[in-house]
């Protein structure tokens, strides 16, 4: 029979049955880790039906009925976690963490979180948390978002949740999603704690901690020894966490119930009320190999494997509640089949339930339902500081940038500005200069030199109903960290079917034409790490009037569409003033006289002319605007596309804006692979379009240092020359 099989798959039953239940690990008592002899029953019931879950899965699988990857088997431990949190404590889970959900769903009345995981594993369409998207663990009325990460890269973004609660604290943020008082747990593999997202996490809250600054933060690290195939050294996990400054090291045998319990005691007192960041280190065992298709035996002895079974979690726990008198070994037997029982009716009929089965299904979580997200901006700050000097002279775009951040969090108190040298240096480029000064060290702070860090405060900082500006210093860094908007941020509503949002603007300064620097760090031209992001809205502002206008709508995007939005800002054109001669201030404005905002989707259009017309976007519309007055002194009228939002591209708009022109000509300062020409020539191409067009782009090459730069990038004269020659053919074909 089926259920005889999946019965025995682990080890468990027939190990009871035998009456090999395994000697004590540790001394610790039911009454040191605080636990009743009813709540020891309740988390043995929890560790059975996790188990039962895992079991039913690989059946499923192999029937492929379901989609089982990776179990909880010998984690079950993790239920003591959850009994002694509270249910607000907001937990970024590991993917061997069912037991924790099921403990967890089980202090809320009417949660159904047998049936819940069933659909998830089925990938049901009915999945209450991803909507038949992926299994993930997770649940927003029991504060769980939904992780997909199998790397820790959902650990920056946790420490940035803890590090929330205390700024909220700070500003006295009354529409807090998690109250002041309450912690946040991540937990994780020792494989994974050697990755570098996660020494970047972690490193980032020994640092706040070692500063004695709050942070309610509980990293789990659930050891079982091994990751996958490779094992990790003995004593490693210690050896590398239980001596660290800043943060708090805590023990526990995982294998354990009680001990674990004791364990997550200390570490929830130490959170909650000495405000510190913990390490809680449990040892567990791996059951069943890695994942579903995983032949543990072709890596493995099997008397080690056997070993690690004879320290099944359930053989512990059945051990202690016989000896408290609590159930007998038939009455576990019993419980053990009961459970399963139910496990299989559930998965059975999840069998049953609808999956997604169009695109637009799939895509329709991309971008959150109007009922999940943000809604209006937070109450004005009132007294807002004075910058009407400011405000009323012709800035450049640094300048203009810095007003327009200023305006939002005016606007909106929820607005917090980070990143490196943003607060007293004003950034870099000073693009937020004076901030600070305005708004306070609590709303504009620098950050640790990390930008997985920084950009996973921001995460962090939106699950807490911030409106998150992080500063990414150039573009090139962004790729340290690029799996933090494609695996975290972006991804959030797609796994969580709208649930979940992570509102932010993202400043990133980037692109080329900076003279004098070379290198792939301070004078990159690639933005194709954005463009294939799902559900990421990618802003490249031409000016310092379009990067007022283009913010606003941004914050918008950000606040009531709860969007993730990288806004790149032209390096080059930071300082610019003047367009076509020394002293004109064509690229200065008047920030109390640029009015309304940059509709999304929506491009710029500059000039009538009927000749041409110039697609570009970034510094490629300063070259090309430029490129128009020598354009016009030859016959050659212009009209510019100045594109504005890269990603998605609006390509129904340019069709729209270049009109009645049949000369379209492309102006890419980008690499010539990867960059937007190649979408924009394709849409032209799928649409059936009969321009006679043209691409000009920058070359496949990093950027060299000083004149050599300008051999490997998009010119004036490029512009002026591809023109020409477009046009003539033009005239040419015409005369033929």
Not at 385 to 395: F, G, K
Request: charged letters at 20%; proline letters at 5%; one cysteine or more.
């Amino acid at each position: 029979m089926a259920g005889a099989i999946a019965a025995s798959a682990d080890g468990f039953l027939e190990r009871l049955q035998a009456g090999r239940l395994p000697e004590a690990l540790v001394a610790t008592t039911l009454a040191d880790a605080g636990l009743s002899p009813h709540a020891l029953a309740a988390l043995f019931e929890t560790q059975l039906k996790s188990r039962r879950l895992d079991l039913e899965a690989r059946r499923l699988g192999a029937e492929k009925r379901g989609f089982y990857s990776i179990g909880s088997s010998g984690h079950e431990g993790n239920a003591a976690i959850a009994r002694a949190f509270r249910v607000d404590d907001m937990a970024f889970l590991h993917y061997r963490s069912a037991a924790f959900y099921l403990e967890r769903a089980g202090k809320i009345p009417g949660e159904t979180p047998l049936w819940n995981m069933a659909l998830s594993f089925v990938a049901s369409s009915d999945d209450p948390i991803s909507g038949g998207r992926h299994k993930v663990i997770g649940s927003k009325s029991l504060f769980i978002p939904p992780q997909t990460s199998t790397i820790a890269s959902h650990l920056p973004k946790a420490m940035g949740a803890a590090f929330s609660i205390s700024l909220a604290r700070t500003q006295k943020k009354h529409d807090a999603q998690m109250p002041h008082d309450a912690v946040v747990l991540c937990s994780f593999g020792d494989a994974s704690a050697n990755h570098s997202t996660a020494q970047g996490a972690i490193n980032a809250a020994a640092l706040i901690g070692y500063r004695g600054l709050p942070l309610p933060l509980v990293f789990v690290c659930e050891d079982n020894g091994i990751g996958i195939s490779v094992k990790t050294p003995e004593g490693w996990v210690a050896a590398n966490y239980g001596a660290r400054p800043g943060l708090n090291y805590i023990y526990g045998d995982g294998r354990d119930i009680a001990d674990a319990m004791r364990a997550a005691h200390a570490a929830e007192q130490c959170a909650r009320a000495r405000r510190k960041p913990v390490f809680l280190h449990l040892r567990t065992v791996r059951l069943m190999g890695h994942a579903g298709s995983d032949l543990e035996t072709s890596y493995r002895a099997r008397a080690e494997i056997e070993a690690e079974a004879d320290q099944d979690p359930l053989l512990h726990t059945a051990r202690r509640v016989i000896e408290a008198g609590l159930m007998s070994k038939e009455d576990i037997e019993t419980l053990y089949e009961t459970i399963g029982a139910q496990v299989r009716r559930a998965m059975e009929s999840a069998c049953t339930r609808p999956k997604l089965t169009t695109a637009q299904d799939v895509l329709s979580a991309l971008t959150p339902p109007p009922s999940k997200r943000m809604g209006r901006a937070a109450k004005p700050l009132p007294g807002a500081p004075d910058d009407s000097r400011a405000r009323r002279e012709p800035q450049h775009m640094s300048r203009l940038i810095s007003l327009a951040l200023g305006e939002q969090m005016v606007r909106d108190r929820n607005v917090t500005v980070f990143g490196e040298d943003v607060g007293r240096k004003g950034g870099v480029y000073g693009a937020t200069t004076r901030l600070q000064q305005k708004f306070g060290p609590a709303r504009v702070f620098d950050t640790l030199l990390d930008e997985q860090s920084i950009l996973g405060t921001a995460i962090g900082l939106a699950h807490n109903g911030f409106l998150p500006v992080p500063e990414i210093q150039f573009l090139a860094y962004v790729h340290n960290a690029e799996d933090q908007l494609r695996g975290e941020a972006a991804s959030l509503s797609f796994f969580s079917n709208g649930q979940y949002t992570n509102p932010m603007v993202v400043r990133i300064a980037g692109l080329a034409y900076q003279k004098g620097f070379g290198g792939h760090f301070h004078n990159d031209n690639s933005v194709a790490v954005f463009r294939d992001i799902p559900g990421l809205i990618l802003a490249c502002p031409s000016g310092g009037a379009e990067a007022v206008k283009m913010m606003r709508e941004a914050f918008r995007l950000a606040r009531e569409d709860g969007r993730v939005v990288v806004f790149l800002e032209p390096i080059a054109l930071y300082g610019t003033r003047d367009l076509h001669e020394d002293g004109d201030g064509k690229m200065a404005a008047v920030f109390d006289q640029i009015d309304g905002d940059a509709a999304f989707g929506e491009p710029n259009i500059i000039g009538d002319g009927d000749d041409l017309a110039i697609v570009t976007y970034g510094n490629g519309t300063y070259l090309s605007r430029r490129a128009a007055q020598t354009l016009k002194a030859k016959g050659v009228d212009a009209r510019i596309v100045d594109l504005r939002w890269l990603a998605p591209l609006p390509i129904d708009a340019v069709v729209t804006a270049i009109g009645k022109r049949r000369n379209v000509l492309v102006v890419d300062e980008c690499r010539k692979t990867g960059g937007p020409a190649e979408e924009i020539l394709t849409a032209f191409v799928d649409r059936g379009l009969d321009y006679n067009i043209a691409r000009i782009t920058g070359g496949d090459s990093f950027i060299p240092l000083g004149p050599a730069a300008n051999t490997v990038l998009v010119g004036e004269d490029d512009i002026v020359k591809a023109a020409l020659a477009l046009t003539a053919t033009q005239t040419q074909q015409a005369a033929q």
